[in-house]
């Protein structure tokens, strides 16, 4: 009987300390294991900057293919210190396309998330006294044609925050499409 009791004690004991062991283990993992915050899988972000935001993490990897074959890398040890902390809130600028990132800490890394940075067209036009010009506004490059009366005529191709000089008449339209080489 006593010997019934004794083995009734040990096996509580295994079990109390496995139990400890699988709470430390998943606390473990659960402080160490990056956390993904900011953009959210399969976001579709309007502009060509992007804020990272993310937990756990000593630098974050962003590729154009999902398997990672030519990542850039962000190291946030390189980066230096903010006010003693290291800065968790990276701003990076991408051409229109799909992304793909994940944060590695020093044991794990988080899963993969995707982004995709949305093409923006925009035209501005500047009317001057001496001269107009014409400005590319968004994010891609940018075919611009000019139409008077009736007729449609190429101008030129325009880069990004690019202007070209412009003589607009009263009924002159331009138009901008997305240049794709």
Same mark, same amino acid.
């Given at each position: ?7 009734s004690?040990?096996?509580?004991? @295994? ?11 998943? #606390?473990?993992?659960? =402080?160490?294991? %990056?956390?993904?915050?900011? %953009?959210?899988?399969?976001? *579709?972000?309007?502009g ?6 993310f937990?756990?993490?000593?630098? @974050?990897?962003i590729d154009?293919? %999902? &398997? ?5 890398m962000?190291? =946030? ?5 903010? /006010?003693? /902390?290291i800065?968790?809130? *990276?701003?990076?600028?991408? /051409? ?13 890394? +988080? ?16 009317k001057? !006294? ?10 891609v490059a ?6 008077? +009366? #009736? +007729? ?11 202007e070209?000089?412009?003589?607009p008449?009263?009924?002159? *339209?331009?138009?901008? /499409?997305q240049? &794709? !080489?």
């Open positions: 009987m006593k010997n019934k009791k004794a083995i004690k040990m096996s509580k004991m @295994i079990i109390a300390m496995q139990v400890v062991i699988v709470v430390f283990a998943l #606390g473990f993992v659960f =402080l160490f294991t %990056p956390n993904l915050q900011y %953009p959210r899988n399969n976001e *579709i972000i309007s060509n900057v992007v804020g990272f935001e937990k756990n993490a000593d630098s @974050i990897l154009d293919n %999902p &398997d990672f074959s030519s990542p850039q962000v190291d =946030l040890n390189e980066l230096g210190e903010i /006010e003693g /902390e800065s968790e809130d *990276i701003k990076l600028r991408f /051409e229109p396309g799909t992304y793909y990132w994940k944060a590695v800490g020093n044991i794990f890394e +988080s899963k993969v998330r995707s982004f995709i940075i949305d093409s923006e067209v925009g035209l501005e036009l500047k001057g !006294e001496d001269n107009s010009t014409i400005t590319n506004v968004g994010n940018v075919n611009v044609s000019e139409e008077r +009366s #009736g +007729s449609i005529s190429g101008l030129v191709i325009l880069d990004v925050q690019v070209h000089v412009v003589n008449e009263n009924n002159t *339209i331009y138009r901008g /499409e240049y &794709d !080489e």
